[in-house]
């Protein structure tokens, strides 16, 4: 019984002091993990944060864009002097937005901003801030305005903004986001301009954006970077093949008219792919045959319908030249800006149509030139090629959303004029309901025959339009007047 006890307790006592040493293994192999955990995750720290090496970029390698160029030469020059504009007590925009589709220069620009002024630059991408370790997006935004306030002047460049910057959605955004939007925000609020750093940000889609973002004194200016249209094309080819030798076969003009829809960066591609194949076969210079199979090239490997064929252009102009011409014939409140046939996002041209005055209360008569304004579209291509695309179909909707809701609600129809008939309506009768429905179909069938008449009466006007934008692409408000100085405003059929 001793004897056994004394064994087990020694046995006892060997295994405590086994497991006791097997407790300090483990948390000897716990603390190295962590260690190795914390190593590979990435630590924010102003010191190691260092500014990209300097940039070159000038004014003169961005092409195109002014509108965008206007808009930041105001920030060089405060870059350059900003003694000048503190002491006359000047506020300088602390944060820039650029916007547009990528690929036409967003990036470029900023750097531009940069290498002008002679500023330091540090870029990052707002998706990388995103990050799964809470905290460290939060921090990561501290470090990098705190390392850009130590090189000043400096520029921040953010890319892909709505990264962060996305709408806070009610359920479920996620909290990590959340905490380095804010921190975005506070450094925004708090970098005082004499500092001297400026914040340049840019996102395809600033619709998505959160609203704190845009709020005054944030990101204080807003410049919109378009794809590039005929004449920014002719201006990007030149600037990538300024260092490239071209055979005198070579035409500019003729690449840029078969790249409409193509990006600055697809350009550049082009040019690229160009100088290769020529290199490739040891010639001295780029012909237009090394140009034509660089196009090919780089448009197989794009998503097929960012361009458009001939015919499919010619329809689009005509379609295009249709609103255009009607909204100039027929609209007594609002004026063609620009019309384009330059495709983008879901459109393949478009009318920009403003409103020459705040309109509150909606006319018969004005939603009845709205709606021959906005088949007037589908009316070109039927008059003008003798049939017609899907590419009407947002025209459609929008034609049929308004159409209903004169009826429906507004009482416009012709015997409904007293009452509203809408959907949620459960006490109307069978023939009502009939009623209604032919009410609106007949508000949008006379609307369309109306719009053919007109462009049937105005047919060489129309050709003009359309002929003018297969050349140029885009047409501004000038032009339009220019090419229908002979048309005036026709006298709509009333359509009751
Ligand atoms: P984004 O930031 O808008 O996505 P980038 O600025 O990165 O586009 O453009 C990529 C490249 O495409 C640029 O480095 C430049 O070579 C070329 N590029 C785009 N737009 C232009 C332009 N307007 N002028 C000259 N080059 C351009
Ligand atoms: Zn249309």
């Known amino acids: 019984m001793e004897y056994l006890s004394a064994f087990w307790t020694g046995v006892t006592h060997a295994l ?22 914390l190593r590979t995750m990435p630590r924010p720290s102003s010191r190691r944060l260092k500014p990209d090496a300097k940039s070159h970029v000038t004014w003169d390698q961005v092409a195109g864009l002014d509108e965008a160029k206007d808009e930041l030469a105001e920030v060089v020059e405060f870059l350059r002097d900003p003694a000048r504009f503190a002491k006359l007590g000047a506020r300088v925009p602390k944060g820039v937005l650029l916007y547009g589709p990528p ?33 460290v997006g939060a921090s990561r935004i501290r470090a990098l305005f705190k390392a850009a306030r130590k090189h000043a002047p400096a520029i921040i460049f953010i890319d892909e ?11 479920g955004m996620n909290r990590e986001q959340d905490q380095t939007l804010n921190q975005l925000l506070v450094e925004l609020d708090g970098f005082e301009t004499k500092h001297d750093v400026i914040l340049i940000a840019s996102t395809n889609r600033v619709d998505a954006l959160d609203p704190a973002l845009l709020r005054p004194g944030r990101f204080d200016r807003q410049a919109f970077v378009p794809p590039p249209d005929l004449a920014a094309r002719i201006a990007i080819l030149k600037v990538h093949t300024r260092v490239k030798p071209l055979a005198p076969d070579v035409d500019l003009s003729i690449v840029a008219r078969s790249t409409a829809g193509l990006s600055g960066a697809d350009l550049e591609n082009i040019c690229n792919e160009a100088a290769i194949r020529a290199a490739r076969d040891r010639r001295k210079t780029i012909s237009a045959l090394d140009f034509d199979d660089a196009l090919e090239r780089v448009l197989a490997g794009l998503q097929t ?29 609002s004026t063609v800006h620009k019309v384009t046939i330059i495709p983008r996002g879901g459109a393949l041209g478009y009318n920009l149509v403003l409103p020459t005055a705040e309109r509150v209360l909606a006319r018969r008569d004005d939603l009845i030139s709205d709606l021959i304004m906005i088949l007037g579209g589908r009316a070109a291509e039927q008059v003008a090629l003798g049939t017609i695309s899907n590419g009407a179909a947002g025209d459609l909707q929008k034609v049929t959303e308004i159409a ?90 009333p359509s009751s």
């Open 305 to 333: 319908g960012r361009t458009m064929s001939d015919p499919e252009k010619l329809s689009v102009a005509y379609h295009e030249a249709g609103h255009a011409l009607l909204a100039h014939l027929v609209s007594r409140l």
């Open 161 to 171: 903004l709505d990264a962060v910057g996305q709408v806070r959605a009610a359920s």
């Open 404 to 493: 209903r809701a004169m009826v429906f609600d507004w009482g416009m129809g012709e015997s409904v004029t007293t009452r509203t008939v809408s959907a949620d309506n459960f006490g109307l009768s069978e023939e009502t309901k009939r009623l209604r429905d032919s009410e609106q179909t007949k508000l949008c069938d006379e609307a369309y025959d109306e719009a053919v008449r007109l462009i049937s009466a105005h047919r060489e006007a129309l050709d003009r339009l359309a002929e003018r934008l297969l050349e140029r692409e885009t047409l501004d408000r000038e032009d339009i007047l220019t090419i229908l100085h002979d048309v005036t405003s026709a006298q709509v059929t």
């Open 103 to 135: 690929g036409t220069g967003k990036t470029l620009l900023a750097k531009a901003v940069a290498g002008e002024s002679g500023s330091a630059f540090f870029s990052v991408s707002a998706s990388s801030f995103v990050e799964m370790y809470s905290g």
């Open 16 to 37: 405590a002091a086994f497991l006791q040493n097997l407790g300090v293994v483990l948390i000897l192999l716990l603390i190295a993990v962590m260690v190795m955990v």
